[in-house]
Every structure is written in structure tokens, then in C-alpha cells.
């Protein structure tokens, strides 16, 4: 099996066996925006071969040509593609089918039967961008009109369930389908390079490892902020909120990979070993302390920069909702690198800016020898998106003469600078992993159960308390009340 780690250098890809990769949900936003698009990049590249076969599926009236039509509005309408080449695209089309099904009716599955290859040699994914209730349902129906063979794998989008009881639900129906080692379930956070990035810093680099407890570390923060609202998913996330849509999957994924012991290797198995270990770390939130350690919030209209934002209730077309846009939690693991460290986790809607990173604050010095100048601690920046890059910040001296000024200043590992050549996003990563059948960066089983198992303590808590949801103005960094909640172990957001 291919490591975690992409070791393929400059702009050279190895191909991929061929393969026919099945989109139910093909005229979906996911599909649109992002599936059909990273496999286009995926050929231009040459890791695609022209015998392989994409089908997008959905019950959509639309032809083969239609369909073409459709994605390539999509493409030219979202991408920022520079290099477009026209040849490609057509060729790149010549892959692309369309089948219309609607998954709910069991008489039509024939069609989508007689549009695949008969060749058991071939490499079979279906990939379900679909309501995660869907994903059992699909999965039997695929079995019973003989699709489903030893070569054959399938790809859960998240959230996968709403709460620990439904993703058992859901992993026990598939799981009577598809082996574990045959389903995929996609967390896109895990393709990006500098999460990946983030395991050759740790275990790659031993001036950064020894530092890496509760010896040198003051606190963690994870924080996944996004700048618009809900973007025409209100009824999905009216139903979900920020802890089943974003903490349960992204940040909980980043910090496990931020918190984890170093595996034995990076084969599938160990990696996942260790995520688990630290979920099951995790100090469970409860109602005595679920209102000092956990912030709600729901952003209501704002204006920045001459724009002006609607508020929540307007952007879901609802008179009330106690749905949150916005979560601050105070996590703690519970082991003997960790103990004593908090990590904070934060994640919002309408918020000042679009961006993921991880803050690594370091413990200041235990004795400053400048006097009355001001020494700040050391800090490690990671940040996801945009402008993926890694930051180490310095405390230096500021040239010149009158005495000892300290500047604090980073040695800035900026992607954008370093690496000329065009890498591939996270999407385009997940996709080929598929087809080489590379579960590294896949959640197991158990990972995503640990996870809700963690996450529904604070659902209940949060239900059995009555706990209130702040209010943000749109456009800023969220509750005044997670600032306190920081401020209490005297500790900044960054």
C-alpha cells in the first residue's frame, strides 16, 4: 500500500490503473464543483487513462450531451483555471456519461447496469455525494443487481450520520455490502498538503518533536473559519449546525493529527490506530462544565467593507432557530503528553475572513533576562487555507543602536513561494487514493464512531442544559463570550 506522504516530486504523476467511477449525485454542487473538475485536472496531468469511464447519475433529465453542457458551464463558472485547454476538455468528455436513476425507485437500476463494463478487472467506485440516509439504501440496491465485485470500492461523502447511533446505522448497513477496506469515507481536510505537511514536521524533524507536550506547549488552537453563510444549504444545516458539520469531521481529523502518537508507520492501519487513540483521550464535555468549556453562536445581519450581510434567520427562510452558525469549544486530552493543555477548537460561518489553520503557542521563557522589554512566545503557525503555508515565529533584536529591542518575526514557509509547480488539491489526492486503493488518509470506522460518540456528550449537554445562543454580528470573529472564555486562562485567539 502507497504512503500517506505524496513523495512524487516536480510536476511528474504516476498513473493510475483504469477504472469507472460511478457519481450518484452527479449533477450535485460536490459533483459540479469539485468531483468532475479534479478529475479533469487528474487527466490533463496523464494519470488518467482514456479507457477509463466517469458516469455521473441522478435523476435529472438530461442527455449525455445535455449533461456535458451542464459541467462545462460549471467548470468555466468556478474555476480559475488559467490553462484551460479546450482539446483536453473535449477529450477529457469523451470519459463522461450520463445515466438518469432515481435511486429511490428499485425498477430502473438495470439501466445504470447496462451502462457499466462487464469486465470484473476493472476498477469500480461509486462514489455517493448524497444524503448520508442514502448511503445503506444504495449500497444494498447496488448489491442486488450485481454490481458490487472484489475490485469494486465505495466513497461516503460527510456528515456521515447526524449522532453516534446513526453512523452505526449507517456503517453496519454498508459494512454488509462493502468490506472496510473497500469504503472510503472522504474527509477533504485530510487531502490538503500542509495536513499532510503536518506529520513530515512532527515526525520528520527532530528539532520540532521533543517540544511537541505539555513541556513546551502553552496551547493548541484549530480553527476552520468561513467567510459566507449558509450558500443554499439552509434546510441541510438548519438540521446540523457547526458542531455535526464542521467539528465532528474537519477539526476533530486535525486534531488528531496535531495530538497523535507517531505511528509505526504510514500504512493505513497504524495511522488510524493513533487517531483513535486520541479520540478516545478526549475528556467528554458535560453538563456541570459544558458552559465554561463550549460557546454557541448564530450571526445576524453585519456590514464590512460597504457589504451587507442578512442574518441567519433570512439566509434559512425561518422565523426562529436554535441552530448554531458558530462553536468555540475548551478540549482537553486526557493522557500524559497532553494533560494540562488546552486546545481550543473553533469554527463559524459570517466570519471576518475565510481560513483554517493550526496555532502551536509555546510557553513563554521561565526567565527573562532583557529587563523590562516584553518577550513574546514562541508560535508555529499552520495554516490549511488560503495561502497555504507554515510559520515558526522568533523573538530577534531589532538592528540599530539605543539598547535591546526585541522584533517578533517568522521564518515563513509560504507554498505559493516555494513550490512553482501547479499541486494538486485535495479532492484530485482522494480520488487517485481511491483508485489505488491507498486508505491512509480515510477515516475508518472507528474513527468517525469515537468521534460522534465525543460530540454527542456536548449535543446532550447542550440540550439538557438549555444552553443560550450568542449572537455575532456577520463579518466579525464571532461571540464576545469565546473571547472570554479564553481569557479566563489568560490565553488570545490568534
Not at 180 to 188: K, Q
Not at 295 to 323: A, C, H, M, P, W
Not at 432 to 452: I, T, Y
Not at 463 to 491: C, F, Q, V, W
Request: some cysteine; overall charge negative; proline content about 4%.
Amino acid at each position: 500500500m502507497e504512503n500517506m506522504i505524496d513523495t512524487s516530486s516536480g510536476s511528474s504523476f504516476v498513473p493510475v490503473e483504469p477504472f469507472e467511477i460511478i457519481v450518484f449525485g452527479g449533477t450535485g454542487d460536490l459533483a459540479r464543483r469539485k468531483l468532475l473538475p479534479a478529475l479533469y485536472h487528474r487527466y490533463c496531468d496523464g494519470q488518467i487513462s482514456d479507457d477509463s469511464r466517469i458516469i455521473g447519475v441522478s435523476r435529472s433529465d438530461y442527455t449525455r450531451s445535455e449533461y456535458h453542457d451542464l459541467i462545462t458551464k460549471c467548470y468555466h463558472e468556478f474555476s480559475d483555471d488559467v490553462s484551460f485547454d479546450q482539446n483536453l476538455w473535449s477529450k477529457f468528455l469523451e470519459l463522461v456519461y450520463y445515466v438518469k436513476i432515481d435511486v429511490l425507485d428499485n425498477d430502473n437500476w438495470k439501466v445504470l447496469k447496462n451502462n457499466l463494463s462487464s469486465s470484473n478487472e476493472l476498477i469500480r467506485i461509486f462514489y455517493l455525494a448524497m444524503p448520508p440516509s442514502m448511503f445503506s439504501k444504495i449500497c444494498v440496491k447496488l448489491d442486488k443487481v450485481g454490481l458490487v465485485n472484489e475490485k469494486s470500492r465505495v466513497v461516503l461523502e460527510k456528515p456521515l450520520g447526524t449522532d453516534y447511533e446513526s453512523a452505526l446505522k449507517i456503517n453496519e448497513g454498508v459494512g454488509q455490502v462493502f468490506d472496510e477496506n473497500n469504503t472510503y469515507r472522504i474527509d477533504h481536510y485530510l487531502g490538503k498538503e500542509t495536513v499532510q505537511n503536518l506529520l513530515v514536521l512532527r515526525f520528520g524533524n527532530i528539532l520540532l518533536e521533543p517540544l511537541w507536550s505539555n513541556q513546551a506547549i502553552d496551547y493548541v488552537q484549530i480553527t476552520a473559519a468561513e467567510s459566507i453563510g449558509v450558500e443554499g444549504r439552509g434546510a441541510y444545516y438548519d438540521n446540523a449546525g457547526a458542531l455535526r458539520d464542521m467539528v465532528q469531521n474537519h477539526l476533530l481529523q486535525l486534531l488528531c493529527l496535531t495530538a497523535m502518537e507517531a505511528p509505526a508507520s504510514l500504512e493505513a492501519d497504524d495511522v488510524r490506530a493513533e487517531k483513535i487513540k486520541v479520540l478516545k483521550a478526549l475528556k467528554h464535555i458535560t453538563l456541570e462544565d459544558v458552559n465554561q468549556n463550549t460557546v454557541r453562536g448564530q450571526y445576524i445581519g453585519g456590514n464590512k467593507e460597504n457589504n451587507i450581510f442578512s442574518d441567519y434567520l433570512t439566509d434559512v427562510g425561518s422565523k426562529e432557530s436554535s441552530t448554531e452558525t458558530y462553536v468555540a469549544i475548551k478540549a482537553e486530552i486526557e493522557n500524559w503528553r497532553w494533560a494540562g493543555v488546552p486546545i481550543y477548537l473553533r469554527t463559524g460561518k459570517r466570519m471576518s475572513s475565510r481560513r483554517s489553520e493550526i496555532v502551536i503557542q509555546f510557553k513563554p521563557v521561565p526567565h527573562s533576562i532583557f529587563g523590562d522589554t516584553p518577550v513574546k512566545p514562541n508560535k508555529l503557525v499552520i495554516r490549511l487555507q488560503p495561502d497555504e503555508a507554515v510559520k515558526l515565529w522568533f523573538e530577534v533584536k531589532e538592528p540599530g543602536a539605543g539598547g535591546m529591542r526585541l522584533k517578533t518575526l517568522p521564518l515563513n514557509l509560504s507554498y505559493a513561494d516555494n513550490f512553482t509547480v501547479r499541486y494538486p488539491d485535495a479532492y484530485e489526492r482522494l480520488l487517485m487514493d481511491v483508485v489505488r486503493g491507498n486508505l491512509s488518509l480515510f477515516m475508518c470506522r472507528g474513527e468517525v464512531e469515537s468521534a460522534w460518540q465525543w460530540v454527542d456528550g456536548i449535543l446532550n449537554a447542550w440540550r439538557l442544559s438549555d444552553t443560550s445562543i450568542d449572537k455575532y454580528n456577520a463579518g466579525t470573529e464571532g461571540p464576545d463570550k469565546a473571547n472570554d472564555m479564553l481569557s479566563k486562562s489568560n490565553h488570545l485567539w490568534s
